[in-house]
């Protein structure tokens, strides 16, 4: 079951519903894209046509944060929880670590999606790491091969196939990541690849998460803002996100 906010598609699964429905995209062994939308990209597709389209065009959409929640339900449409990207992403690796998928971790800067990895293996005994690759690499040319000089977005892109994980996460921040995997999911051949924006950061302990009392009240969002002050201009989306939801409903009614 899916709703739609916004001209968004998205499913209304908790986090449970979430790893059954990529475990059914793995056994397929197709691409698959994941998106966790959170109201900043949301609020942003409404004034980029080809990224609202992106995301209609995903295998799953989940509601990354109280705002998507609080949204949907002023729409009359509820969804059942928020499903985060890292928390998805953890329940994913300890699924990957039980059924012997191989997972590949790209993004962040160099040298953290390779500690991410070594403790993601540390906390889940038998996690296969395909490989991994920092996220400072050149954009792609016109074509591949087209004269460029160190590491580019085709040779990522090589490299990913040629490690052929089960799982691919990518941590380039949105939308970028979403637009990367989008424009290389076929070539990939990855069965699900879903964006984590700064998941790796939390996982290899360069950026602390949220206290749990802050997590259970829905209140990361905060978190962030009083760790990383120049984020403020960022959250200046979140009461816009807040007029439009409501003026949609009030004008729906």
């Not at 990529?22 to 056994?27: E, H, I, P, S, W």
């Not at 939308?175 to 690849?193: C, D, M, S």
């Not at 989306?237 to 949609?248: C, D, I, Q, S």
Request: charged share 20%; net charge positive.
């Amino acid at each position: 079951m899916h709703i739609n906010l916004l001209g968004a598609r998205v499913d209304a699964v908790d986090l449970a519903g979430a790893v059954e429905k990529v475990t059914a995209f793995v056994a397929t062994g197709r691409p698959h894209q994941v998106i966790t939308l959170n109201p900043e990209i949301l609020y942003r597709a409404q004034q980029e046509p080809e990224l609202l389209a992106l995301i209609n065009q995903a295998d799953l959409v989940t509601a990354d944060g109280i705002g998507i929640v609080w949204a949907a339900g002023v729409a009359g449409t509820p969804v059942p929880c928020r499903v985060t990207g890292i928390d998805l992403m953890l329940a994913l690796v300890e699924r990957a670590a039980r059924e012997r998928w191989r997972i590949f971790l790209l993004g962040a800067a160099p040298g953290v999606a390779e500690e991410a990895a070594r403790r993601l293996q540390e906390k889940y005994p038998g996690l296969v790491v395909a490989g991994t690759q920092h996220g400072y690499f050149k954009p792609a040319p016109v074509a591949a091969g087209a004269g460029e000089t160190g590491v580019t977005e085709w040779d990522v892109v090589e490299q990913i196939r040629a490690a052929k994980p089960d799982l691919l996460f990518v941590a380039l921040g949105a939308p970028r990541q979403e637009k990367f995997i989008a424009r290389h999911k076929q070539a990939l051949g990855v069965p699900v690849a879903m964006g984590v924006g700064g998941s790796f950061d939390v996982i290899a302990g360069r950026v602390a998460r949220a206290p749990v009392w802050m997590q259970r009240l829905h209140l990361e969002w905060l978190g962030r803002l009083l760790r990383e002050p120049r984020r403020w201009r960022r959250m200046l989306v979140l009461p816009r996100f807040a007029w439009l939801v409501w003026r949609k409903a009030r004008l729906g009614k």
